[in-house]
């Protein structure tokens, strides 16, 4: 696929993911920087993402938003990169698992915990993650079996997960256990990471 890609994000947004993404992948891309309030909230950009938010990605005459949708989009669109296992192969259902438990119970717990949301205990059954207890120590299984996610492939969802982690131990809204910070040392020494990481806190700093 030779459509031009095009990531629209701001340096202190989930665009950080997207970007780490598009760097894995090795695919050349254009960026389009977006400001809260004004530039994500103009017609031209609500075109594309209705809820004025990044990231967004436009790859050709495809529209992707949401960060985790965005890294399973791109591993599958460029799958000579190697970040997602093939459809017949039994990682396949881990792969999804733990990309999407990422988007879901994770991110979920964590915002409630920052905002000092706490789900009664009979109300439990009612959200996705239980509580934020039950969430981690989910998380700390999955990231304890191996190198990776998928042991020793890395693959797209140890983009999303890895970044949610490495963000949750630098904000203090994950609880540093000994496998979470080794799971994410090794991450933050992809070569990829420290691209991405590099371009966007230049981007950062020249807007501060």
């Excluded at 970007?19 to 050349?28: A, F």
């Excluded at 990776?148 to 630098?170: N, P, T």
């Amino acid at each position: 696929m030779s459509e031009t890609v095009t990531l629209y994000t701001n340096p202190m947004s989930r665009g950080r993911i997207a970007r780490w993404m598009l760097e894995e992948t090795g695919v050349p891309y254009d960026v389009r920087l977006l400001d809260y309030g004004t530039t994500m909230k103009a017609p031209d950009y609500l075109a594309i993402n209705p809820m004025g938010k990044v990231p967004a990605l436009v790859h050709g005459t495809t529209v992707v938003t949401e960060a985790a949708a965005i890294c399973a989009y791109l591993a599958d669109a460029f799958p000579a990169a190697g970040l997602a296992p093939p459809s017949t192969d039994s990682r396949r259902g881990p792969y999804y698992r733990w990309l999407f438990f990422a988007a879901g119970p994770i991110e979920a717990a964590v915002t409630d915990r920052a905002l000092g949301i706490q789900v009664p205990a009979d109300k439990r059954v009612m959200v996705g993650y239980g509580d934020y207890d039950a969430m981690l120590n989910a998380l700390e299984g999955a990231v304890s079996g191996g190198d990776y996610i998928l042991g020793d492939m890395f693959s797209a969802a140890d983009v999303y997960l890895g970044a949610q982690i490495g963000w949750g131990l630098q904000f203090g809204t994950i609880e540093r256990r000994p496998a979470f910070e080794t799971y994410w040392a090794r991450l933050e020494q992809r070569p990829a990471w420290r691209r991405a990481n590099a371009l966007d806190d230049a981007l950062a700093a020249g807007r501060a």
